[in-house]
């Protein structure tokens, strides 16, 4: 009874008012944006980043997690994802191929997403219904160039459908939420739909994906990348090798490093069919990482090499890349890529996506497109993840009290100011 009194009026356990919902203690802190890597305590209130300091009382707090041995970033920032599940069409990502976001993101610390092209103009509205706005996960988009969105070859090949005014205007009637304009899967020689895709990606002033497609002689990949696409545009699917990223040589392809040097961003996207080791190895040896690691989450990547969002980035732990500039290509990088630079960071006054994570050691394999193995020696592993203030997932239950120190009879032992896990919360 004591325990739900203090709950109810918002009192600390050591009796005095609580400054803050949640404290997360004694974690170590990695945030790209403000340069952290070290030991901080990580204070949250009304949904935002209230403190983070080296040392926070937690008397201060309603609620207080002890993370040490524990890593805490921002909630990771997946911008490759296709989730627009709800339609029943077969053999399509505006369909069977897409999965409901929320039983896929926050156990892997994931707390926004970006779905890459699933839905078009014609079919956007549709998608936001009842997937946008149903979903706990905050889900944005790039609007395909095909306004009838990746539904498979009939539809994706038709260049009479890749207008890009009409995906200009949809975009600019849900700014923020349309977050780019997305190109995928042509097959044939033209460059219209890259054309069309940049036309409205430059009229609506948002970034363009590319999914280049089939290889073409017609279009090769260092015109696409030094004359088609603009900075800040996004190459997706780097590490793939199916379009000439690696020359015959082994060499990274003088286009992906003059690209670069344009301001062309270069995205993992592993998917089912688009990471090889034999082209990520030598690309990080010549010095080329990407700029953001993204899954490409649909029902055959998760249970295929891809898996998820933690496994892809365990993959460049083996391959020697630092936790911190993993996790930075996880946050802070996609978060600006889309132009939500609210988001990926953990500043005072910031929205609270936290991700606390576990680096486990052992012995893994991690397993590319084609099924070859690398072993590593560490996992990362989600123990717990906040969105927007709340407690939205806990592996191991370590916010929770030892049911043995609670009353007989005890009930529900969470509150709405940082708890969702509870069945008895009743969403606002």
């Not at 995205?267 to 090889?276: P, T």
């Not at 500039?325 to 990926?344: C, F, Q, S, Y």
Request: proline share 5%; net charge neutral.
């Amino acid at each position: 009874m004591k325990l739900a009194l203090l709950l109810a009026i918002g009192v600390s356990a050591f009796g005095q008012q609580a400054k803050y919902d949640l404290l997360l203690k004694n974690g170590h802190l990695v945030d790209a944006k403000n340069h952290l890597s070290a030991t901080y305590d990580v204070a949250i209130k009304d949904g935002k980043i209230a403190e983070v300091a080296k040392s926070i009382n937690p008397a201060s707090a309603l609620k207080t997690v002890d993370l040490q041995g524990l890593y805490v970033t921002p909630g990771l920032v997946d911008i490759h994802v296709h989730v627009y599940a709800s339609t029943g069409e077969e053999r399509s990502y505006a369909g069977d191929y897409s999965l409901f976001p929320d039983g896929f993101t926050f156990r892997n610390g994931v707390t926004t997403v970006a779905d890459a092209g699933s839905s078009g103009y014609k079919n956007f509205e549709d998608f936001k219904t009842h997937i946008i706005d149903r979903s706990k996960t905050r889900v944005l988009a790039f609007l395909n160039i095909v306004g009838a969105g990746m539904r498979g070859p009939k539809y994706e090949n038709n260049q009479t459908d890749m207008e890009p005014g009409p995906a200009a205007e949809m975009a600019k009637k849900y700014p923020g939420i349309v977050v780019g304009i997305k190109t995928a899967h042509y097959a044939g020689p033209e460059w219209t739909p890259v054309e069309h895709a940049v036309e409205a990606g430059t009229a609506a002033n948002i970034p363009v994906m590319v999914d280049f497609g089939a290889n073409k002689p017609e279009r090769p990949i260092d015109v696409l990348l030094t004359q088609k696409l603009r900075p800040g545009d996004i190459y997706t699917h780097c590490f793939s090798g199916l379009r000439g990223e690696l020359d015959p040589q082994g060499r990274v392809n003088r286009g992906m490093i003059e690209g670069r040097q344009r301001g062309v961003i270069f995205d993992v996207g592993h998917g089912g069919g688009s990471f090889a080791w034999r082209v990520a190895v030598p690309f990080l040896q010549q010095g080329f990482m990407a700029d953001s690691i993204s899954t490409d989450l649909h029902y055959s990547s998760m249970n295929t090499g891809m898996k998820d969002m933690l496994n892809v980035m365990s993959k460049f732990l083996a391959m020697g890349v630092d936790l911190n500039d993993v996790i930075a290509k996880a946050t802070w990088n996609p978060a600006r890529e889309i132009h939500h630079e609210e988001l990926g960071h953990l500043s005072v006054g910031a929205i609270a996506d936290v991700a606390v994570l576990r680096v486990q050691t052992g012995a893994f394999g991690f397993v590319d497109m084609y099924g070859a193995r690398m072993n590593g020696r560490q996992k990362l592993i989600c123990e717990l993840t906040v969105h927007n203030g709340k407690i939205v997932y806990d592996l191991n239950g370590i916010s929770r009290p030892d049911w043995k120190t609670l009353p007989r009879g005890y009930g529900n032992v969470g509150d709405p100011r940082w708890d969702t896990l509870n069945p008895l919360h009743k969403e606002p």
